[in-house]
């Protein structure tokens, strides 16, 4: 590999015949796509068509690393897991911390490709250059503790795994990867693929390093992006209380999701917040690879009911879906709920909006015990949370059916039920009601993987960067580019988010750093650091070109899949039904303008929402157009 930053080495595994093949690195592949993400989402392109079935032994498991992880830039920890999504059918991408990526680039690897279906249950096993397929009978049916402890006793500790638990077993769509235990590749059902290939786990030790192209240079960078992240005036806020922080902030705005969306604020908020959590049940801070922030938690329930529970890694999205989203203002019953799912391997996104949809369809009268199997679903009963958490888990009874997400599950009771499935293209809303952010709203609909907030990630005009606003944008663009209210100028800014996330998720970095969050580390650090650390000539407008190119191929992807324009949408809820909440009160989203100056801004057919011959021409993506028949 004439590159540095890279291992230049990468792993395709065939499970079926358990053929494991070691491949160098093709340059001009880093050129184009940079890493992460972006390898992922070419291999996909190139290998898994719309006739795959997602839980099929056709589907690929991409698991890729960029150039910056595992080096001494900040926050440098992050890894893809890339498939073809079995909740969505589209693109599906999860990304995950800790320190199983750079582990994996120190024992010689930047990715990982499974493909087939094991005959049995297996786990891969990679050490530095020895690497085979071991049996995994003794793991399976394992919560994911259960199997990393013995994993543990068989290996060592000083081993990093990504594992799934019985939820990936038993196909639960929304089932995800838990990498070293704590951090989550959650969104898209990456983990139900690995377990619909009989792969349990993946254990990595590596002796290796990875070296830089200019050390002096980089070292410089990597220390003025630590100095910037942590004299950031919302630095010590998040690092005293990580993302959790934010449910007091958003409340006030109306934009904390509150019983399936049909409020932005919870009553109770400050019974579920970050100093409550902070104040009660904190055990330590933690950080991931690399990163001087230390977001991240332990906490432990000491007293009552659910006394003994430990926890690392409690979000504000988990807040969220399993507290205010269900009306569940008990905090320690949050913290067992959050537990169950880390065990069983769920998304705590998907599975707390699913049962909230639930919860609304009885509320309405559309599901009955009859339906139910006698349970009844009433908001804010943390314990039938618990209970259908573990029936969704083993796809017992009532369970069965929400282990399908609300869109599968809508369908299959009919009845007006689809009005109140909070999706976009088939992925859950996760935690931030558009309405009270407009930027926020457009990006739900144009994330290339279904409802998100972590593709365009608006930030901007979330709690106000007014001087990073005018920094990076400019006067015309002022002030409503950082008013949350207002949707002028929003598709400019997640179109720029889309476009640098793809690189941030490609490069290795992370967004919950410096990136996103704190804003510090943009196109020309970004563009700097990989550069020092490749040796590859990256001018911003070339990473930019990078960036703009993956975005618009996971677009291709999704059109050669069926999508079009018409899946561009919002429930009906945030586009016609005024929010009752916060700051937001009376607020919509104003959907269709942003769209249209969207597609204009990226370069898409208005009508069709596919990218145009002219724009994948210039992105050098002719492949594309032949194949979406765009001549």
């Known amino acids: 590999m004439i590159y540095k930053g890279y291992r230049g080495k990468y792993l395709r595994i065939n499970l079926t015949t358990s053929d494991i093949q070691v491949r160098e690195l093709d340059p001009s592949f880093a050129e184009r796509f940079l890493g992460g993400n972006g390898f992922g989402t070419k291999i996909l392109w190139d290998e898994v068509g719309p006739d795959v079935d997602p839980l099929g032994p056709d589907n690929r498991l991409i698991v890729a690393t960029g150039p910056l992880c595992g080096t001494l830039m900040p926050n440098s920890g992050r890894l893809e897991f890339i498939a073809k999504s079995p909740l969505t059918g589209i693109y599906g991408d999860a990304n995950a911390g800790g320190f199983f990526g750079p582990e994996l680039k120190y024992a010689g690897y930047d990715m990982l490709i499974f493909e087939g279906r094991a005959p049995e249950p297996v786990y891969l096993c990679i050490e530095d250059g020895r690497v085979e397929l071991r049996s995994a009978g003794h793991l399976w049916g394992k919560l994911v503790s259960e199997a990393e402890a013995i994993l543990e006793a068989e290996l060592g500790r000083d ?8 939820a990936a077993e038993n196909g639960v769509r929304y089932a995800c990867i838990q990498v070293s235990y704590s951090r989550s590749a959650a969104r898209c059902g990456i983990g139900t693929v690995m377990g619909s290939k009989n792969l349990k786990a993946i254990a990595v030790r ?5 070296a830089v192209a200019d050390v002096a240079d980089f070292k410089a960078i990597a220390r003025d992006c630590i100095r910037r992240i942590r004299g950031n005036e919302f630095y010590p806020g998040v690092h005293r209380y990580g993302t959790p922080g934010l449910v007091v902030l958003m409340n006030p705005m ?23 959590l902070r104040e009660r049940y904190l055990v330590r801070d933690v950080s991931c690879f690399g990163c001087p922030v230390s ?10 009911e659910f006394a003994g529970t430990l926890i690392r890694s409690v979000e504000y999205e988990t807040l969220g879906a399993l507290g205010a989203g269900v009306w569940n203002r008990d905090l320690p019953a949050i913290l067992y709920a959050n537990k169950l799912c880390d065990e069983l391997g769920m998304d705590t996104i998907s599975a707390g909006r699913t049962i909230a949809f639930a919860m609304e369809l009885w509320q309405h009268g559309i599901l009955t015990s009859s339906d139910t199997g006698g349970l009844t679903l009433e908001w804010g009963d943390a314990r ?17 059916l ?12 009919g009845r007006g039920a689809a009005e109140y499935a909070m999706e976009v293209k088939g992925m859950e809303i996760p935690a931030q009601d558009g309405r009270a952010q407009k930027s926020m709203g457009l990006a739900h609909v144009t994330s290339t993987r279904g409802a998100d907030h972590l593709k365009g990630f608006p930030i901007i005009d979330e709690t106000g960067y007014p001087a990073e606003g005018l920094r990076r944008y400019g006067e015309d663009y002022m002030p409503d580019i950082v008013e949350p209210l207002s949707y002028r100028h929003k598709p400019m800014l997640v179109k720029d988010g889309e476009d640098f996330g793809a690189v941030v998720d490609s490069s290795g970095n992370c967004k919950s750093g410096g990136t996103f969050v704190f804003a510090e580390i943009y196109w020309p650090d970004m563009a700097a650091a990989i550069q020092a650390a490749t040796g590859m000539e990256m001018p911003v407008e070339r990473l930019k070109r990078i960036g703009e190119r993956i975005y618009n191929l996971q677009r291709c992807y999704d059109v050669w899949h069926g999508i079009s324009r018409a899946d561009d949408r919002l429930p009906r809820r945030f586009t016609a039904e005024p929010s009752p909440s916060g700051n937001a009160r009376g607020q919509i989203i104003e959907l269709e303008p ?38």
Request: proline share 4%; glycine share 10%; net charge negative.
């Open 295 to 304: 977001c991240d938690k332990v906490y432990r329930v000491t007293e009552g």
């Open 384 to 400: 039938l949370v618990h209970r259908l958490l573990e029936m969704i888990a083993y796809r017992r009874g009532f369970g069965d």
């Open 206 to 210: 590596g002796s290796g390093d990875v």
């Open 159 to 166: 081993w990093k795994f990504a594992t799934v638990g019985p």
């Open 594 to 631: 942003m769209l249209e100056e969207y597609y204009r801004l990226r370069g898409w057919d208005p009508v069709t929402g596919y990218p145009t011959a002219a724009k994948l021409r210039e992105l050098g993506l002719d492949e594309a157009i032949a194949r979406l028949d765009l001549l």
């Open 254 to 276: 109306g934009r904390f999701p509150t019983r399936n969306f049909q409020e932005g604020s919870f009553e109770y908020a400050e019974e579920i917040c970050a100093e409550r």
């Open 402 to 413: 929400l282990a399908e997400g609300v869109r599968r599950a809508a369908q299959a009771i």
